[in-house]
C-alpha cells in the first residue's frame, strides 16, 4: 500500500509532464504563443525592474502571465473544436471568436495596467 505522501508526489510529477507537454505543444502548433513567450521573455524582467513597489512588480508581471494563461485556453479550445469537425459551423466559429476576444481582452489588460503603472 503507497502512503498518502507518495501519491501525493506521485500525482505532483504527472501533472507537471502533463503540463510541460501542454506547454510545447501550444509553443510548437501556434504562432500566436510563440509571440507571447517572445514578448514575455522582454515584458517579465522589463516588469520586475520598473515597478517601484512589490504589488506594481507582481501586477506588471502577472497580466504579461495572464495573457499566456487565455491563449493555452484558446487553443485547448480550438483544438477539441477542430477534433469535433473541421466542417465549417456557426457555433465552431463562435466558440473560436470568443476564444479570440478573451485573449484580445488579457492583452488590453496588459496595456491598462502597464499603462497606468508606468505613465
Not at 64 to 75: F, K
Not at 93 to 116: E, I, T
Request: glycine letters at 6%; one cysteine or more; hydrophobic letters at 60%.
Amino acid at each position: 500500500m503507497t502512503s498518502l505522501p507518495g501519491l501525493l508526489y506521485r500525482r505532483f510529477v504527472l501533472a507537471l509532464r502533463y503540463s510541460c507537454q501542454g506547454l510545447v505543444a501550444c509553443f510548437r502548433h501556434e504562432e500566436a504563443f510563440r509571440v507571447e513567450v517572445l514578448l514575455a521573455s522582454v515584458l517579465i524582467p522589463a516588469g520586475l525592474l520598473l515597478g517601484d513597489t512589490p504589488i506594481e512588480r507582481v501586477l506588471l508581471v502577472s497580466v504579461v502571465v495572464l495573457v499566456m494563461v487565455v491563449e493555452l485556453l484558446n487553443s485547448a479550445v480550438e483544438a477539441a473544436i477542430d477534433r469535433i469537425s473541421l466542417d465549417p459551423s456557426e457555433l465552431s466559429g463562435r466558440a473560436k471568436d470568443l476564444g479570440s476576444a478573451a485573449v484580445f481582452l488579457s492583452m488590453m489588460l496588459v496595456l491598462f495596467v502597464w499603462g497606468a503603472i508606468l505613465l
